[in-house]
């Protein structure tokens, strides 16, 4: 125990030494050794006298994870435990399966398949929950955990047990891992005849290039197209020079596209436009929500910052950051963000604060305004706003407590169990909202709005104080639960489309799901009404 105290005693007090080296700020200096030293005093203290025994690994651990938790979401230390897994991923093993999943009650439920694909080819359906991988349990596990199980190497087999919602018993899946790309752009055509519209769903490879090459097909299709729509909803982002060369599609050689800077000033990159534009003269329109983060706010800000297109939705997530990985001894690592993005007025679209590591949304006078190539302002501090913001459904309570639970998801797995197809997309229309509110009342469905929250915790207070109010609470909560009902009737709607996505989605792909979506979206919509109103969209973008 004395020897290990030392030693330990003796790593720390050498990088109180190395300190001395860190800058030219004697202070700053001082400071970092004068806390080293107090780390050191605290943790061979706690070794030394502490009542119980101490693991020094797990300790510190501890205090490395909250040290860097403590700067953004993004920071990560890398212990030699977990570095297996973290080689795994940053060699870019995927599980190759053509598969995408998330947890849904006990087990991480197939969401989403590409088609032809290991999994679609095996017979693998969206609703299967995985129960294991290669014999290995897979209740309660993490999304992260499932996926460290499914990844290998190209060409190796991995075996999976799946329950599928209305059969009994487990089916037993062989999946051989593959080379293959998600298509990055899953639908691209005209809408109304004259409206190019591109859903953009991930910069991978040859994201610009599809890109370009979509717009160029639908202008063969109809050279007399009134306008573009890029949609970036959903895109979490990739490769930063795609986002590069989808910017290229629309803006000139030349344009400054990002900034990096950090600490480092040497360090400090600049990336531009490479080649002709495709198309920088027709108007373009720009779909983003809460989940375009990345990759797709700088697509977004730099179409916005050079007034070459309008952005229609929500703020975007407010990621703009990049990030390094050293080592840091004993196999282990660092993973930190070393610089931040900067677009051309200026302005950095990473988000400035945070709670629960979401992003936290700034009011305006917490934020610093920029121009834009017209002179319209633009604020920093978190993500990209929209020019016209359109508002969402899963932003009504109700719809969002339905989502967070996954309800939608479940309701479909149910209404297409047996079902081996569908009518085609222009036919498919879902008729049978009753049995959706029947669904929610079987599946004694909690909503968790705030209204409920709040009415729990008066349940617990009651009682905990010895109020005799369970029958008044009973019927309050009666009341609650069918103004609730009522209330999700009054969206009907919106859930039929919602459903009608998740429906087409099992069988048409996310080529499907787009497409269906597009029947009765109202960013679609206004982005369409907006193309067709020049007067509107110049003065939308300050333009003369």
Do not use: W
């Not at 190395?18 to 203290?45: H, M, Q």
């Not at 660092?334 to 007025?345: A, D, G, R």
């Amino acid at each position: 125990m004395k020897n290990r105290t030392l030693n330990l005693t003796l790593v720390l007090l050498v990088l109180v030494g190395l300190a001395f080296t860190a800058g030219p700020d004697n202070r700053r200096e001082f400071e970092i050794s004068k806390n080293l030293e107090i780390f050191a005093n605290v943790y061979k203290e706690l070794n030394n006298g502490f009542v119980d025994e101490i693991d020094p690994g797990k300790i510190m651990r501890i205090g490395l994870e909250a040290m860097v938790a403590s700067l953004d979401p993004f920071t990560n230390y890398i212990a030699e435990s977990d570095i297996e897994r973290y080689r795994i991923l940053a060699e870019g093993k995927s599980n190759s399966a053509g598969l995408d999943f998330r947890q849904v009650g006990d087990y991480a439920t197939v969401v989403e398949l590409y088609e032809g694909q290991p999994a679609d080819q095996a017979g693998i359906k969206v609703g299967d929950q995985i129960v294991s991988i290669d014999g290995r349990d897979t209740k309660g596990k993490s999304t992260e955990e499932v996926d460290f199980f499914l990844r290998g190497a190209s060409g190796t087999a991995v075996e999976l047990t799946l329950r599928r919602p209305g059969q009994k018993n487990e089916i037993k899946v062989k999946l051989n891992r593959g080379d293959f790309e998600i298509p990055n752009v899953p639908y691209s055509g005209l809408l109304e005849g004259d409206i190019a519209y591109v859903s953009l769903t991930t910069f991978t490879r040859e994201a610009g290039r599809n890109v370009g090459n979509a717009i160029r097909d639908m202008r063969k299709e109809n050279p007399n197209i009134k306008g573009i729509i890029l949609d970036l909803r959903d895109n979490g982002g990739g490769l930063l020079n795609e986002a590069v060369s989808v910017c290229n599609v629309f803006i000139p050689k030349g344009e400054l596209v990002v900034l990096t800077k950090g600490r480092i000033k040497e360090r400090d990159l600049s990336f531009r436009t490479p080649g002709s534009a495709i198309e920088e003269e027709l108007p373009l329109t720009v779909l983003i929500n809460k989940r375009s983060a990345s990759a797709s706010e700088i697509v977004s800000g730099v179409m916005q910052d050079y007034d070459r297109g309008v952005l229609i939705g929500q703020r975007s997530y407010g990621k703009g950051l990049v990030q390094n990985t050293l080592d840091v001894g004993y196999n282990s690592k660092l993973k930190f963000t070393s610089s931040k993005y900067y677009i051309p007025s200026g302005r950095c679209i990473q988000s400035v604060r945070y709670e629960n590591g979401e992003p936290v949304e700034l009011p305006i006078s917490e934020r610093v305004a920029f121009e834009t190539r017209n002179h319209r302002a633009v604020y920093d501090g978190g993500g990209v706003d929209p020019d016209l913001e359109v508002q969402q459904p899963d932003n009504i309570p109700v719809i969002k407590a339905l989502n967070q639970q996954d309800v939608i998801f479940r309701f479909v797995s149910q209404y297409c169990a047996g079902k081996e197809s569908m009518p085609s997309l222009e036919d498919l229309h879902f008729t049978e909202f009753d049995s959706f509110l029947t669904f929610l009342q079987k599946e004694g469905v909690i909503f968790r709005t705030e209204s409920e929250k709040i009415l729990e915790q008066l349940k617990a207070e009651t009682a905990k104080e010895g109020y005799a109010l369970d029958g008044a609470i009973k019927s309050l909560d009666n009341a609650l639960q069918q103004a609730q009902l009522d209330n999700i009737r009054q969206y009907k709607t919106i859930l039929t489309n919602l459903i009608e996505k998740e429906i087409a989605a099992r069988y048409y792909y996310a080529n499907g799901r787009v497409r269906i979506g597009l029947r009765n979206d109202p960013e679609v919509k206004e982005a369409i009404k907006l193309l067709r109103d020049d007067k509107r969209y110049r003065q939308i973008l300050g333009q003369k």
